[in-house]
């Protein structure tokens, strides 16, 4: 059994900043890719950033050069650096994990979800 832990969400004005953080824990062989998704009202979940076990990261453009995404392999972990905060970023906030057995077979996990209002 996995378990994601999600904290680091509240209410921000415009231009504040706020961190995100994740920690996976549980039985768990590896982890591939570790990502930050988040859904406003009324939309659909949207892929905000993730990072790859190697490094790689992609992003959503409308958050390029306002959010960082890191990961530490070796607590399991992955945090969300998040900067310029716009109205827009408004949403719920969610942890997704791809955790990997020994016979490199992968499941997706999700967290719970932490909510971000950036407003004045």
């Known amino acids: 059994q996995v378990h994601i832990a999600e904290s680091g969400g509240g209410k921000v004005q415009p231009g504040g900043s706020l961190r995100l953080s994740c920690a996976a824990s549980?039985?768990?062989?590896?982890?591939?890719?570790m990502g930050w998704y988040r859904q406003a009202p009324g939309k659909q979940r949207e892929l905000v950033a993730s990072i790859a076990s190697g490094g790689n990261t992609a992003y959503e453009d409308s958050v390029k050069g306002r959010f960082t995404i890191s990961r530490d392999n070796a607590k399991n972990t992955v945090s969300l650096q998040m900067n310029s905060l716009k109205p827009e970023d408004t949403a719920v906030y969610y942890c997704q994990v791809d955790v990997c057995s020994a016979s490199r077979q992968c499941t997706q996990y999700w967290g719970q979800g932490t909510q971000v209002t950036v407003s004045s």
């Open positions: 549980g039985s768990i062989f590896s982890i591939y890719t």
